[in-house]
């Protein structure tokens, strides 16, 4: 049985998915929020929004991701980082998912990875959770009712969180999987509800492809001038480093907070939506992301909420850190229409140093913006786990490495190549401690990296006096407006001048030890900042 619109010469029957229940094509919100409360998935929330909880898993399973390894790819894939798979295993595994699959009802939604309909990927998400079409509905792009009619996927992803895989039947790690087969165009998730393994399948995909068009993938949000796309401004940056923060600037217009392409032709979000972390989310602080809680059709993942009033509670992390919320992108009243931007015109490049060791801002070569974006940096800071109890170096290459399918010098060549063809400006900002290392220092003034990045986005930063910083040799403004001159320089915040030169030596160190695996595949330039 079938429901919705469709192609007609393109349903799961055409695709070998057969013996299913009811299979409903491209409901809407209404209808999606109606079937999974009927289904018990979740509970209404103020304004409409939908409260759900995704049980033992809170986040994504990386570890539990894999690659198909068929001849076409084997080739080009990052294999430390994607574990793989054997072909014959995942036919096994794709056979006896498709046949937990029968007689249970499935949701299907055909949609678009990519805001520029030159290079988006048509997928069809199909889901064993309503509460799971609504949230791939908002979060990727959706096409006009009328486009359906002739729409044919590309890829399809199936997830079905009720399916167990077994590790020696499936050769995988685990009962939960995530199975990338590029030559079959399937990708399966299995054993797991959290939602965010939905949208993130669809980025690796686009991290696989998009190189092969010389189109550059980046995990990072975007944003652009008032009426003028050409200054656009991008900005990577790992798990709390202020990266949907920043970007949110209402004086700008929000391309998109989280994945983006770089083509030819300009900057262009692969999203229709924002899936945003609500820990602590305020309406003084981030009052429309926050306003987007009591919006109809949002869906509210890993939140406490009072039961009689449905109030949320944005501090109570009991059930996860990683509490979200998931809305279309036009709940942002200065979201761009078009999701489309310019070629970069400042390329920003965030970390959260607990060190203490680096400037509030640092303009970078290309060779030095290919150093630090393999070097993907930022850190934990005591107590945020078991066993720290000092700061801790991340680097995360590509600031995403979980979502980087092949090797990251291919992204980084991409990057360094695309800064020279077009002259973005790069900057790296740290909005992590000044004057100290985490619990000596103090975290870096959000007003200063305000008036730090608007002084880059509209140019004047360029005709600042700088001076060249004696650990990393990138060059740092002496004097900006509005920010203390003092706070530019930190090794001057620090008060005792030895310790903040162990502690950059500390650091300097943690860099090269680190960027170490990347030397016998970079260019010389980059290699001899990676060498001092």
Request: with cysteine; aromatic share 10%.
């Amino acid at each position: 049985m079938t429901n919705g619109r469709v192609n007609p010469a393109h349903r799961l029957e055409d695709q070998g998915i057969t013996g299913l229940g009811n299979v409903y094509y491209n409901f809407m919100e209404p209808a999606l929020i109606e079937a999974a409360l009927k289904r018990g998935e979740g509970h209404l929330g103020k304004g409409g929004s939908f409260l759900v909880e995704t049980g033992k898993h809170t986040g994504r399973s990386p570890k539990d991701k894999f690659v198909v390894k068929t001849p076409a790819v084997e080739p080009h894939i990052w294999w430390e980082n994607n574990p793989p798979m054997d072909p014959a295993h995942f036919d096994v595994l794709y056979a006896d998912m498709l046949d937990h699959m029968k007689g249970k009802d499935y949701y299907v939604q055909d949609l678009y990875g990519g805001a520029d309909p030159a290079h988006r990927l048509d997928v069809r998400m199909v889901t064993e959770l309503a509460w799971h079409n609504l949230f791939i509905r908002h979060l990727l792009r959706r096409p006009a009712r009328d486009e359906l009619d002739d729409y044919l996927p590309e890829f399809t992803v199936i997830n079905c969180p009720s399916f167990n895989a077994n590790p020696e039947r499936h050769g995988c790690r685990s009962e939960t999987v995530i199975a990338l087969n590029f030559e079959k165009k399937l990708i399966l998730i299995g054993g797991t509800e959290y939602a965010g393994e939905n949208k993130k399948s669809v980025f690796s995909l686009l991290n696989y492809m998009l190189p092969e068009k010389n189109i550059m993938p980046m995990h990072c949000s975007a944003n652009h001038a008032p009426g003028n796309p050409v200054d656009t401004a991008i900005f990577f940056g790992l798990s709390g480093t202020g990266k949907t923060t920043l970007s949110a600037d209402p004086s700008r217009v929000l391309i998109g907070d989280d994945e983006h392409g770089w083509s030819d032709r300009g900057t262009f979000n692969f999203e229709g939506g924002c899936y945003a972390k609500t820990i602590h989310l305020s309406p003084e602080a981030e009052p429309e992301i926050y306003a987007t809680t009591e919006k109809f059709g949002t869906v509210i993942e890993n939140m406490v909420w009072d039961e009689d009033t449905k109030d949320l509670d944005f501090d109570d992390d009991s059930l996860t850190a990683n509490m979200r919320c998931a809305y279309p992108l036009d709940f942002i009243s200065n979201a761009s229409e078009t999701a489309l931007g310019g070629h970069p015109k400042n390329i920003i490049m965030l970390t959260c140093d607990a060190f203490g060791v680096l400037p509030p801002i640092a303009r970078l070569t290309p060779a030095q913006a290919m150093y630090h974006f393999l070097s993907g940096f930022t850190s934990k800071v005591a107590g945020t786990e078991k066993g720290v109890t000092e700061p801790e170096p991340t680097f995360s290459t590509c600031f995403g490495a979980p979502f980087m399918p092949r090797r990251p010098e291919e992204y980084g060549a991409l990057l360094r190549d695309k800064i020279a063809k077009h002259g973005a400006t790069c900057w790296l900002v740290n909005t992590g401690w000044t004057g100290g290392a985490y619990g000596t220092g103090s975290r870096m003034p959000i007003r200063a990296t305000r008036a730090l990045l608007s002084a880059a986005l509209d140019g004047s930063l360029a005709d600042a006096e700088f001076r060249k910083d004696a650990n990393f040799g990138f060059d740092v403004p002496v004097k900006v407006e509005g920010v203390a001159d003092l706070l530019l320089d930190p090794r001057r915040t620090w008060e005792n001048h030895d310790a903040y030169d162990a502690q950059a030596e500390k650091l300097v160190k943690m860099f090269a030890e680190n960027f170490a695996q990347y030397e016998a595949h970079i260019d010389d330039d980059v290699r001899a900042i990676a060498i001092g």
